[in-house]
């Protein structure tokens, strides 16, 4: 998308990067933090306006119950048009330039634990330990502790989709700081909405008054003296902001119920067929990808995870029109009474179906301006899964997908594929990329020393 440098901007004005837009409502101080305007950044968008380097945002995308690889990886490698997308990653054609797939990467770690040995490894680089834990750190803690230690969530934000159970493996969690003790995610939008607008420690306002008062009134007078100072760019961009904070304001008060009790009762109103908290639908992925979205633009964090389904979760894909049954046994064990073709089949509507709720985010990644490109540009999506082919337990061929362009780090538009090769070079590549200076990454099997160069730009 053609936009114009901020070098044309006739009025621009330096900004402090950290700039707010504040309001106070019954007492509580309301802040709404601002996305990257081109007056906190030099010249040319690629740096903030003291020089200081863009740091890349970076997310882990999780999904229980694997892939079948005859259905996920594509015919052919290479780059650009040496290769087409996949059946499985039809609903992220689109994104097709800020996509790599690695295919042929095996978990080196023995299948000790069925759902757990795997996702330990490509999350940590070790084995899982009993009682669905890990020995490490994972991929994305790792990386807050490079990129994160100034924004309001240095520990980054979580999220998930589906909160069914997961048979133990490693509970609901895909973050960990190490052993004992895992991030669990948020499955409440309206909850999360009220976290981002809680900063530094400020008091949170009455969630009464937030929902009786739209939150654009109560910062109209800041807004309008900001206004005055931006050149033009930076106030389409700033009206853009505030517009979608007032459209996500909107859907999620139309969740909660009108007599304040705090209890989201009617999820449905927010988003059509969107469900109740914890449930699995493409719309509850929307309203997550709104606020991810918005706290990765604004840098109040730029580390979250995503948890769509956990490890083995027996959660049922209703919308993918697979029946209120669970799919980690009727599809991605294939015990559906209507037989091994029909459960086979359901397992690869299904996987496209996660895809199809990954491509939110995406989307509206890629639909964000950021510095001199756009947010996805400045992203880096890790996502995985807790099995490859999930009938067998395999754990090769995994499933392992990085999506955006790293600040300019990534190659994208690459089907690159090793037969055999450790899964645990991919995560410590991206770490890496991040300024990591370990020379490893993992333990015992998982430990690698070797990156992945045909992912970098």
């Not at 990467?105 to 634990?113: D, G, L």
């Not at 853009?240 to 007599?259: E, F, K, Y």
């Not at 090793?418 to 991919?426: F, L, P, R, Y």
Request: proline letters at 7%; charged letters at 20%.
């Amino acid at each position: 998308m053609s936009r114009t440098p901020a070098t044309h901007n006739a009025r621009r004005r330096l900004l402090p990067r950290r700039a707010l837009l504040r309001g106070v409502l019954g007492g509580a101080v309301i802040a709404v933090p601002l996305p990257r305007l081109a007056g906190m950044l030099n010249g040319n968008g690629t740096a903030l306006a003291d020089g200081t380097p863009l740091q890349p945002r970076f997310v882990t995308w999780f999904f229980g119950n694997g892939a079948d690889p005859t259905q996920w990886v594509p015919a052919a490698v290479g780059q650009g048009d040496a290769w087409a997308i996949s059946p499985s990653l039809v609903p992220l054609a689109e994104f097709k330039a800020w996509l790599s797939v690695l295919s042929g990467f095996a978990v080196k770690v023995p299948a000790i634990y069925a759902h757990k040995s795997a996702p330990a490894a490509v999350l940590t680089g070790a084995q899982a330990v009993d009682g669905g834990d890990v020995q490490l750190p994972s991929l994305d803690q790792k990386i807050a502790a490079l990129i994160n230690a100034d924004t309001a969530f240095p520990g980054g934000v979580h999220v998930g989709i589906s909160d069914v159970t997961g048979a133990g493996a490693l509970d609901f969690n895909i973050s960990f700081n190490g052993p004992n003790a895992p991030n669990p995610p948020e499955y409440s939008p309206a909850a999360l909405f009220a976290k981002l607008l809680t900063l530094s420690g400020e008091q949170q306002p009455d969630p009464a008054l937030l929902r009786r008062k739209q939150l654009l009134d109560v910062i109209a007078e800041d807004t309008r003296q900001l206004q005055a100072q931006l050149g033009r760019e930076d106030q389409i961009r700033l009206e853009r902001h505030l517009d979608g904070l007032d459209q996500l304001q909107t859907q999620i008060d139309a969740t909660i119920n009108a007599a304040d009790c705090g209890v989201p009762i009617d999820p449905d109103a927010a988003y059509p067929n969107r469900g109740a908290d914890g449930s699995i639908s493409v719309d509850r992925c929307r309203a997550f990808a709104d606020l991810l979205t918005f706290a990765l633009s604004c840098e109040l964090t730029r580390v979250a995870t995503q948890v769509f389904s956990c490890a083995a979760c027996h959660a049922p894909y209703i919308e993918a029109g697979l029946g209120n049954v669970t799919f980690h046994e009727d599809f991605g064990h294939r015990l559906s009474p209507q037989g091994v073709d029909y459960a086979t089949a359901g397992h690869h509507a299904g996987v496209a179906y996660t895809m199809s709720c990954l491509s939110e985010l995406v989307r509206r990644l890629r639909d964000t301006p950021d510095g001199d490109g756009n947010l996805l540009d400045n992203s880096v999506i890790y996502t995985t899964s807790c099995v490859a082919l999930p009938w067998d337990h395999l754990m090769t061929d995994f499933p392992m997908l990085v999506l955006g362009k790293g600040g300019g780090l990534l190659r994208g538009d690459l089907h690159h594929r090793v037969d055999g090769d450790n899964t645990s070079k991919v995560p410590f590549t991206l770490l890496k990329l991040f300024g990591s200076q370990e020379a490893s990454f993992g333990k015992d099997e998982g430990l690698v020393s070797e990156t992945v160069p045909a992912l970098l730009a």
